[in-house]
């Protein structure tokens, strides 16, 4: 979307306006995406790191575990959230 005026000849608390509103539409149009991929799903989040210096680095790591090893899958700083959505089970 194409602005049609120039926006930097608003005031200042205008064009602070229009970003308020193009982060918030941003975040709706992601909160969109992620209910399509989930709404026949169950699912929950795993947040990151909470209080500065709770973890060393301030990141959490996480592994999956096997047999003979464990592996990394990812890693979680302050302010990340990993969603987790379970795949359909026909028989429980």
Do not use: Y
Request: glycine share 6%; aromatic share 6%.
């Amino acid at each position: 979307m194409k602005p049609k005026c120039d926006e930097t000849k608003l005031p200042k608390w205008a064009q602070k306006r229009l970003a308020d509103l193009r982060l918030r539409i941003q975040r709706l149009e992601r909160l969109r995406e992620a209910h399509a991929v989930l709404k026949d799903r169950e699912w929950f989040v795993i947040n990151g790191p909470v209080d500065p210096g709770e973890f060393p680095n301030d990141i959490i790591r996480l592994f999956v575990l096997s047999q003979n090893s464990a592996h990394a899958v990812c890693s979680l700083g302050q302010g990340d959230t990993l969603l987790v959505g379970r795949a359909e089970r026909r028989n429980r």
